[in-house]
């Protein structure tokens, strides 16, 4: 059986060893700087966790296609930047900052098409039904992003369309992690179905927890400034609870929601109002009982695989520290 210490000796040698196009440089340098930033690497790592409950060992027919699930993520992150106007990923400027735009989003076109090559590695007699998952999943994130951009021009969002939302834009891609490792481990169908789910729900209550670190996270760990969803007026989770419980703080927070940010102080205050109406109705609390529901549904389907104590314990420490710093 591979330990968690081989996955994470497999991860580090996989992205240490990954090439990219030389020239020209204005194209390829943004892809190395993006990957060589890091980051959790969490979907290849689930990737790789769910391979590994089938397979004593890890093959190129595996890594590759891992690869491609951080290097289509990283894509979609250099995109999200140019539309969430954000100045700073993982601690450092983000590829439009330090670039321009126009180089953002060819880098990500060409960072999209390396991660279709890295897929297209996978074992010939399941390379369509890997495809065809990746490719189902790619334009699934995609409308997650676009509704994620609808939902700025609404006052406010029903919880059910914000579930969908986050279910498309994140849910999907860390589903489709578990999915694929399971479907070139040789899983059945049945096993496949369960992976997916576990990623699905782990998904959500990683796209939850994010929203709840980005009011409540210490910046130095979050990697990004704190509260950048309240000065945007983000449809966080945490945002659209709030609306669906206001009460008489509705106005108050309608108020809040409308002050000016337009230098370093104004948006300081915005966030503090804002927060102060959430700690009032308890929304942090409510943000953290729903990761915590969320992660008990992924931990059943990982139970429903009946694989034994051990392989359990591989999905149970992988949603453990994914979900550590808010549970």
């Known amino acids: 059986m591979i330990q968690e210490t081989h996955i994470e000796g497999a991860l580090k040698e996989l992205f240490a060893n990954l090439k990219f196009t030389q020239e020209p440089a204005g194209l390829y340098d943004p892809l190395r700087y993006m ?15 769910a391979y590994s409950l089938f397979r004593d060992g890890f093959t190129q027919e595996i890594l590759s296609p891992a690869s491609a699930l951080e290097v289509f993520h990283s894509f979609t992150l250099i995109h999200d930047d140019i539309m969430d106007k954000a100045d700073v990923r993982r601690g450092v400027p983000t590829v439009y900052r330090k670039w321009d735009e126009n180089t953002a989003i060819l880098s990500g076109d060409v960072m999209s098409i390396e991660s279709y090559k890295l897929v297209a590695k996978a074992p010939a007699a399941v390379l369509p039904q890997v495809l065809e998952l990746f490719s189902q999943t790619a334009a ?10 609808d939902f700025e021009d609404m006052e406010q969002v029903p919880m059910a369309d914000y579930m969908k939302m986050i279910g498309l834009k994140t849910a999907v891609l860390i589903a489709c992690a578990a999915k694929m490792g399971a479907i070139i481990g040789g ?14 729900d782990l998904g959500l209550a990683f796209q939850i927890a994010d929203d709840w670190l980005d009011t409540y996270g210490d910046e130095k760990v979050f990697g ?14 945490l945002l659209t609870r709030a609306l669906e419980k206001a009460g008489d703080r509705r106005e108050a927070l309608l108020l809040a ?3 000016p940010v337009g230098t370093e102080d104004g948006k300081a205050a915005k966030v503090a109002a804002v927060k102060e109406i959430y700690d009032a109705l308890g929304i942090g609390e409510e943000a953290q009982q729903e990761i915590v529901r969320l992660h008990g549904q992924a931990l059943d389907s990982a139970k429903a695989l009946n694989l034994g104590p051990q392989k359990y314990e591989l999905l149970h420490n992988y949603a453990a520290k994914l979900l550590g710093r808010t549970k």
Do not use: H
């Open 224 to 237: 990004k400034a704190i509260g950048g969803d309240i000065v945007n007026n983000k449809k966080s989770w």
């Open 140 to 149: 699934e994130v995609c409308e997650g992003q676009q509704y994620d951009m």
């Open 35 to 49: 990957m060589e930033i890091g980051g959790k690497r969490i979907r290849p790592r689930l990737c790789l966790t």
């Open 187 to 200: 899983a059945s169908e049945k096993e496949c179905d369960l992976l997916y789910r576990f990623g699905y």
């Open 257 to 259: 929601m409308d002050m």
